[in-house]
């Protein structure tokens, strides 16, 4: 008696036990499809950390910030994206401005006073250094010295 052993057999489930009923874990990530979907639809990775039911979690992908939530909701992912790439937009005296730190690839650079855009149609710079040229006149009222246009 006791010699008898029980495993799980419902998809998914693992655990095997002899001669008592054996204690079974579904891998929420692989057996939730809707769970894992979620996630995935948000750029994120479902975990299962443990054995509790109710544990599995999105977590955001590198280098993006690894708030988690519990239970099916997707994490808020956060990175600020000039503390990175800021040097991109301050080597050439301009600022970097990350309009959306829950979304990769949102950083641009800005003209920075005394210059502006140097094209109305296109302000900024998308992931690397804006077309600024000096505000006309603007530079010797200032006490600046102007020498051109910054190149894009």
């Known amino acids: 008696d006791g010699d008898f052993v029980c495993t799980c057999d419902a998809a998914g489930a693992t655990g095997t036990a002899t001669g008592a009923a054996a204690s079974c874990k579904v891998d929420e990530c692989h057996a939730d499809l809707a769970l894992a979907g979620t996630c995935a639809g948000a750029g994120q990775v479902c975990v299962e950390p443990g054995t509790a039911d109710g544990d599995a979690y999105c977590q955001c992908p590198p280098p993006m910030g690894a708030q988690t939530k519990v239970g099916g909701a997707v994490a808020r992912c956060e990175w600020d994206e000039c503390a990175d790439h800021g040097g991109k937009c301050t080597s050439v005296q301009q600022a970097c401005e990350d309009a959306d730190d829950g979304t990769m690839g949102t950083w641009v650079c800005k003209c920075k006073h005394p210059q502006e855009p140097a094209d109305a149609a296109s302000p900024v710079g998308a ?10 006149g603007d530079c010797d009222s200032q006490g600046y010295v102007c020498t051109g246009t910054v190149p894009a």
């Open 127 to 136: 992931q690397g250094p804006a077309a600024c040229k000096n505000k006309p």
